[in-house]
């Protein structure tokens, strides 16, 4: 894919695309493509800024639709909406990581899908667009791209750990558990996941999601409230 087929992908197109270039380049290619000596620009300034665009964003989207949660509960259920895990699920939407420039050693080590190595390309990516565009842009694609889902932050492992959880269940009663995926549904950029968790075989509580560990998740979290349920009764 190259710049032109990426920015129809990501709809966005860039006035001055070096900024892009540089969200897409990563320290380990600037240091092996020097210019007269000069080490070309990394993403990491761009990385800096989309960080703070991304809080800013999600931290509104997350006061406007919880007015009843505290400052404590806000900043967990952000922290669960744009950890690393999750950027790096976005940025896989978008093909991102196969954009990125890495140098060889990143590249023949596995860097290119490296959460980390991904997440913060994501970052640099709201950064870029910030810089060209200014803040409606950034939003926009913000809210396209990556908090599409806010919901999703309540059954994200960084908030509620709902499989942990109901495996201790399990194990405490000797049972076993399983997950499988029911349907898929969705173009490739908003895919939508449904997923079962048996116990000892036998279907018990569904989820969704837009990943299959999202949905595990929300299965888990499901199953977990109607078994406290019924042991309340």
Known sequence: ?????????IAYRFQDRSLLTMALTHRSYAFEHTEQGTVRATNERL????????????SDLLFRLYPDRDEGQLSK???????EAALSE???????????????????????K???????????????IY??????????????FVLAHPEE???????FDGKSRL?????????????????????????????????DGKPFAKGTGRSKKIAEQAAAAKALRTLEQEETR
Not at 47 to 58: C, K, R, T
Not at 77 to 83: E, F, I, K, T, Y
Not at 180 to 199: A, N
Request: charged share 30%; aromatic share 6%.
């Open 90 to 112: 976005r940025a896989a939407d978008i093909g991102l990581g196969d954009m990125i420039l890495l140098g060889k050693g990143e590249e023949h080590s596995g860097g290119r």
């Open 47 to 58: 990385e800096f800024l989309g960080d703070a665009v991304l809080e800013l964003i999600s």
């Open 114 to 128: 490296r959460p980390s190595i991904v997440s913060d390309a994501m970052e640099a990516l709201i950064g870029a």
């Open 153 to 159: 932050a309540e059954t994200n492992g960084a908030v």
């Open 77 to 83: 259920l952000r922290a669960a909406l744009v950890c």
């Open 131 to 144: 810089s060209d565009g200014g803040f409606e842009p950034a939003k926009e694609f913000v809210m396209r």
């Open 1 to 9: 894919m190259n710049l032109k087929d990426f920015e129809e992908k």
């Open 167 to 199: 495996q201790e269940w399990a194990q405490a009663r000797g049972m076993k558990l399983a997950y499988e995926v029911v349907s898929e549904t969705g173009p490739d950029h908003d895919k939508r996941f449904s997923v079962e968790v048996l116990i």
